[in-house]
């Protein structure tokens, strides 16, 4: 265990977990947007900068990736971390001007407009849609392509993907709300902001209700060597 | 040059042995015309000029005689084909394939070709020998020096000049410890751009707990203009190789990896055979010269990706992901290629090891400044008389470095700036000209070291255009994971876009200054955190160019098209005619002899053709 001080509050934190962490397990608000705790952090938002005092030096960090150490001080407001989110609210505003989630954010943050032209995006970019798919759901269905500005989310060379299995995982996951699904009939919708795939959904052999998509219940049988008839029947209709 | 057969050399008297052996088949006093073969001179046509002094030795029977070394870059490449008669030293330039016949047999009979040689610009003197040409003479060539003495795909040459007798002495007479110790103490900081001391870095990587150990040569070099580490790894491999050999003897590792993008055929040609010939000798590999160390480097070759040249991504790619940088909290000497500790450093620091460890860190110390030590290797280009590669003892001051080794700016023009340290650098105004180059020194003008780009600029350069032309640079390469580079750089690139094309605003500046603060504060990697240079030192020196676009529309340098007008001085123009050929829309039509010519706005693309090629001063640009 060590021990530092959050804003001037004496916390005991596991040592290897990062300020983030232990600033949410105490109940400090620190911003983010791309950090969730299922997947490996990732630092792209830099919205959970905090300064941070340590060997008598005074820097600014990204909380999500930073380790506590034992005698670390840390800000998670200032003037100048103020200023930087406020900016990058900024900057997301321009990009997303129609995303609730980001103008919701951005008032919190205290920022009501954008000094920037107007884009039209929903997605912000922050990979937790990829992070999960890759680290939790296990298929690498979608991915970062392009770079720089260029960047995008997508699957391989924009065009159906072969190993998605249609969970939604990406969409559950996304903070901003830029990836939907809707399961209409017996076909689940997903879509991304660069493309949109449809899956057939398996009918519960009761109830006659469909409730998961075909795919998504083989890969987890596969996964979990499951009989083959493990999931005929929906979780409502199961003994 | 006879070839020696390859034999593994199996202990420092056999090393020894060879090179007295190499030696003796060599006559010292033998003509040997010595070529540029970079790439650079290869551009200009060196690869005639090789064919064609091939068959005219052929030809002669000269090959006792004379003997042909084709070499890496020697600098001066403003002049190029670059041909030197050794071992007089006399430089003969923009040689071309029909001036070869005289230059053969003017040497065979011991003459000089007179009219090939560098003429000075200030006394209109020829100059006969290579080292009294202005450009060399305030160098302080000690990386650079032997690349016209060795051509790059013979080891011979290399080992002749005493090449891997210091990796010799490490591997039997210092301990890794000592080595470190001598690094620190000779004060060298890497010469990649962020100038941290390398002894301290090679320590802690020695230090760090590991399975294993990596050292890495990043030839990654991707900045506009930019040379250096090519010419090295390209003109003199095998002072690389025995730098990462010494590293990695101090640090510990038996694996290292030049990573070289493939942008650059030439090295990584000439790394591979430099690989292949030293591994032959038993100088790479197991049990080197017997000592018991094995080493060996694989080369991997780069997509072309700026921001690859950041160690983290670069790590990333050699691992076969997607460059993209990590956030260093936990260092690449801990941490770095697949999790072990890794000992990243560039071309020039790796080459600057031999000679440190050979001739002590005492004689190294003496070169440069309190804070930077030895020499750096700038590639000097933009609106400069010599346009080349340039070795200085760190300290020179700018001034020195343009106006006497770069011969000043072209056709009597004012210096307006010189950009330092590639496209995150800074532009640095005249009144700074007198500052001693140093990585200090440099950061203290808002401008960097970087590996040593250095562009510059004179009156007819726009400094808001020199700015968004590095902005899109930047914002081309950057990788696109964190908001404020990905974000920031598009803003500021479109910012910069409307302050050039007449729809700049008040506030403007004020933005730009804005936005750099937070790119600085918050960028993920060093692409994004210094990418606001070359905007706050434009700003921060040329404001009132900024403003005169901004409120005046105006283009000070008359660079930016939309914001210049061009008309005709009738009263001045004789109707000559001149900018009617020169112009390349037909937007100037003739009106007859001694009447004033007509210019049709709707037509022209303010190009400037006509305002260059006026000399009279009819065509007024406003």
């Not at chain 1, 392009?146 to 996951?173: H, Q």
Request: hydrophobic share 35%; glycine share 10%.
């Amino acid at each position: 265990m060590v021990t530092l001080k959050i804003d001037g509050r004496e916390v005991q934190a596991e040592e290897g977990k990062t300020i983030l962490e232990v600033a949410r397990e105490n109940n400090i608000y620190i911003p983010s947007l791309c950090y969730h705790e299922e997947v490996t952090p990732y630092g792209a938002c830099r919205l959970c900068l905090v300064e941070v005092t340590g060997n008598g030096r005074e820097r600014l960090v990204v909380s999500c990736l930073y380790e506590v150490a034992d005698g670390l001080k840390v800000k998670t407001n200032s003037e100048r971390i103020a200023a930087n989110r406020q900016m990058i609210m900024e900057l997301l505003l321009a990009r997303c001007p129609n995303n609730q989630a980001i103008q919701e954010l951005a008032r919190q943050l205290g920022v009501e407009k954008t000094s920037f032209k107007l884009d039209d995006n929903q997605c912000m970019l922050c990979a937790l849609c990829v992070r999960v798919c890759q680290e939790v759901v296990g298929v690498s269905a979608i991915s970062l392509v392009n770079r720089g500005v260029d960047r995008a989310l997508a699957t391989p060379f924009y065009e159906p993907s072969d190993v998605c299995i249609g969970c939604g995982s990406c969409a559950y996951v996304c903070p901003v709300d830029a990836i939907r699904f809707e399961d209409i009939g017996d076909t689940r919708y997903i879509y991304w902001p660069n493309n949109k795939m449809e899956f057939k959904l398996k009918k519960c052999k009761t109830c006659g209700n469909y409730w998961a998509p075909e795919k998504e219940l083989e890969y987890i049988r596969k996964q979990a060597n499951l009989p083959a008839d493990a999931f005929d029947n929906c979780p409502d209709c199961r003994e | 040059m006879a070839k020696t057969k390859t034999k593994r050399l199996s202990s420092p008297q056999e090393l020894e042995a060879l090179r007295e052996l190499i030696v003796k088949g060599r006559d010292p006093n033998q003509s040997c015309i010595v070529i540029c073969g970079g790439t650079g001179c290869l551009a200009l046509g060196a690869q005639e000029v090789i064919n064609a002094f091939k068959q005219e030795i052929e030809k002669g029977s000269l090959k006792n005689k004379l003997a042909l070394r084709v070499t890496g870059c020697p600098g001066f490449c403003e002049r190029g084909p670059l041909v030197v008669i050794k071992p007089k030293n006399i430089l003969y330039q923009q040689v071309k394939s029909e001036d070869i016949s005289e230059i053969v047999s003017a040497t065979v009979k011991g003459n000089i070709v007179d009219r090939l040689l560098y003429t000075d610009p200030d006394t209109g003197q020829k100059i006969t020998y290579e080292h009294e040409v202005p450009f060399y003479k305030k160098q302080k060539r000690l990386l650079l020096g032997d690349n016209s003495n060795i051509d790059p795909t013979i080891i011979e040459d290399y080992l002749a000049l005493g090449g891997y007798a210091t990796l010799s002495k490490v591997l039997f007479k210092m301990s890794p410890d000592k080595v470190i110790d001598e690094v620190k103490k000779a004060g060298l900081r890497g010469r990649g751009g962020g100038g941290f001391p390398t002894g301290v870095k090679w320590e802690s990587c020695r230090q760090a707990q590991g399975d294993t150990r990596y050292v890495i040569c990043n030839c990654d070099e991707g900045d506009p203009g930019a040379f250096m580490d090519r010419s090295l790894m390209e003109g003199n491999p095998h002072s690389v190789l025995e730098g990462m050999l010494i590293g990695a003897y101090a640090i510990g590792s038996h694996q290292g990896y030049i990573y070289v993008r493939n942008e650059y055929p030439l090295a990584v040609r000439n790394a591979g055979i430099a690989i292949k010939q030293a591994g032959e000798l038993g100088l790479l590999g197991k049990n080197i010269l017997g000592s018991g160390f094995d080493f060996s480097v694989k080369i991997s070759r780069g997509g072309g990706a700026f921001v690859c040249g950041e160690s983290t991504a670069l790590m990333a790619s050699l691992e076969g992901k997607v460059g993209e940088p990590r956030a260093k909290y936990v260092h690449t000497v801990e941490k770095g290629l697949w999790e072990q500790p890794t000992n990243l450093n560039n071309v020039e620091t790796w080459a600057n090891v031999p000679l440190i460890i050979k001739n002590g860190a005492d004689w190294y110390a003496k070169v440069g400044t309190e804070g930077s030590k030895g020499t750096k290797i700038f590639s000097l280009v933009g609106k400069i008389n010599n346009t080349g590669l340039v070795e200085v003892p760190m300290g020179i001051t700018l001034r020195e470095i343009i106006y006497d080794v770069g011969g000043g700016i072209p056709d009597n023009k004012k210096f307006k700036a010189v950009q330092t340290g590639g496209p995150s650098g800074g532009c640095i105004p005249e009144s700074s000209l007198d500052l001693p180059v140093d990585f200090d020194q440099l950061t203290d003008v808002g401008s960097m070291m970087g590996s040593g780009g250095m562009i510059v600029m004179d009156e007819n350069s726009c400094m808001v255009d020199i700015a968004k032309y590095f902005i899109n640079f930047l914002e081309g390469e950057s990788c696109g994971k964190c908001v404020p580079c990905r974000e920031g750089l598009k803003r500021m690139s479109q910012i910069l876009t409307d302050i050039t094309e007449g729809r700049g605003k008040e506030g403007d500046i004020e933005l730009l200054e804005r936005l750099s603060a937070t790119l600085a504060d918050s960028s993920l990697c060093a692409l994004g955190s210094t990418a606001p240079n070359p905007v706050l030192t434009t700003i921060r020196y040329f404001r009132d160019e900024y403003e005169a676009h901004i409120k005046d529309k105006r283009c000070p340098a008359g660079v930016c098209r939309e914001l210049v007008t061009y008309l005709i001085d009738e009263e001045n123009c004789p109707g000559c005619g001149l900018c009617v050929k020169a112009c390349p829309v037909e937007a100037i039509t003739d009106m007859g002899k001694k009447k004033p010519v007509v210019l049709d706005q709707e037509k022209c693309i303010k190009c400037g053709a006509c305002y260059d090629v006026c000399k009279l001063g009819a065509i007024i640009r406003k």
